[in-house]
């Protein structure tokens, strides 16, 4: 088995990535417009924390979307998707974001133990 850290053998990881390098070159969207649509989308099918974090570092690096700006994707989705899933999507985001802060938090604190 091939040890994650090494980054030798990845081929689950470098197919994800082909299909969003694939998906980001041919939509035609603007990073902000791409990235909107995205966390509707996760949304849309429940997606876990985890989704939700890749999105949001990447949404962090390449635009100036705001927690207001998710809000609002929420708010104009739901009519679409329905309550349910605009709630969990609400609840999954925080969690995401929970665990973005922990792991910051973290790594603080090694570099201040360091």
Known sequence: MTDVATN??????????????????????GDRELMMVRFAALAAVGAPPSSYLLNIAAAAEATDLTLEDARGVLIAVA?????????????????ALGIAL???????EEDSSS
């Open 8 to 29: 030798q053998q990845r081929p689950l990881l470098d197919a994800i990535l082909d299909m969003t390098s694939a998906s980001v070159s041919r939509a035609g969207l």
């Open 79 to 95: 009519p679409i998707i329905g309550t349910p899933k605009v709630v969990a999507a609400a609840g999954t985001i925080a969690e």
């Open 102 to 108: 922990a792991l910051e938090d973290a790594l603080a």
